[in-house]
Antibody, heavy 118, light 107 residues
Framework: VHLSDSGGDLRQPGGSLRLSCAASGFTFTTFAMSWVRQAPGKGLEWVSSVTGSGRFTYYADSVKGRFSISRDNSKNTVYLQMDSLRADDTAIYFC????????????WGQGTLVTVSS | DIQMTQSPSPLSASVGDRVSITCRTNQSISTYLNWYQQKPGKAPKPLIFSASSLQSGAPSRFSGSGSGTDFTLTISSLQPEDFATYYCQQSFGTPFTFGQGTKLDIK
């Protein structure tokens, strides 16, 4: 199993960014995928999850209405579209694979840094 | 939302010590409790799922116990590579929440 997250960059407040996570080594459509973030020097915060089919999505209140998770099962890739970015969205964003239970994160990407600053 | 409280934080110990970290939730989550280890600059690494199931590849000196609202991660004999930050996390329901982390450092 390998997860490679990418797309992190510097954006101004109010800007947009799309993160990607390319997956390999497992049957992608079978498992939920999630994004978890970590602000500098802080703990872990779950952001969003999507089921294997892509039919159902879940969000933390802190990002609901601003972020959108999706997946392209033909490309084994999950995305996080981030709009209306705020300074407190600054963090390393990790994609994570669910083990069978959506919230059991058994494999993680290396992380991609999003910085929101003017 | 389910609140997670870890203790102690931080924790100082020596190589060879037996240490335990506790995680308490504000409502029952059965055994939907996971433990992760994180080292600086790295992604979290899963150790324990479902309160007591050792993740494939995790050393057998790690063990987990508990159900309901009280859970424990135990390291039977600390090794130098175990000095890291440990997080508990509930997978009972969204939002999936993490404890604040317990930094385990060398005494």
């Amino acid at each position: 199993v390998h997860l490679s997250d990418s797309g992190g960059d510097l954006r101004q407040p109010g800007g947009s960014l799309r993160l990607s996570c390319a997956a390999s080594g497992f049957t992608f459509t079978t498992f939920a995928m999630s994004w978890v973030r970590q602000a500098p020097g802080k703990g872990l915060e779950w952001v969003s999850s999507v089921t294997g089919s892509g039919r159902f999505t879940y969000y933390a209140d802190s990002v609901k209405g601003r972020f959108s998770i999706s997946r392209d099962n033909s490309k084994n890739t999950v995305y996080l579209q981030m709009d209306s970015l705020r300074a407190d969205d600054t963090a390393i964003y990790f994609c994570a694979k669910g083990s069978g239970i959506t919230g059991d994160f058994d494999y993680w990407g290396q992380g991609t840094l999003v910085t929101v600053s003017s | 939302d389910i609140q997670m409280t870890q203790s102690p934080s931080p924790l100082s110990a020596s190589v060879g010590d037996r240490v335990s970290i506790t995680c308490r939730t504000n409502q029952s989550i059965s055994t939907y409790l996971n433990w992760y280890q994180q080292k600086p600059g790295k992604a979290p690494k899963p150790l324990i799922f479902s309160a007591s199931s050792l993740q494939s590849g995790a050393p057998s000196r790690f063990s987990g116990s508990g159900s309901g609202t009280d859970f424990t991660l135990t390291i039977s004999s600390l090794q130098p590579e175990d000095f890291a930050t440990y997080y508990c996390q509930q997978s009972f329901g969204t939002p999936f929440t993490f404890g604040q982390g317990t930094k385990l450092d060398i005494k």
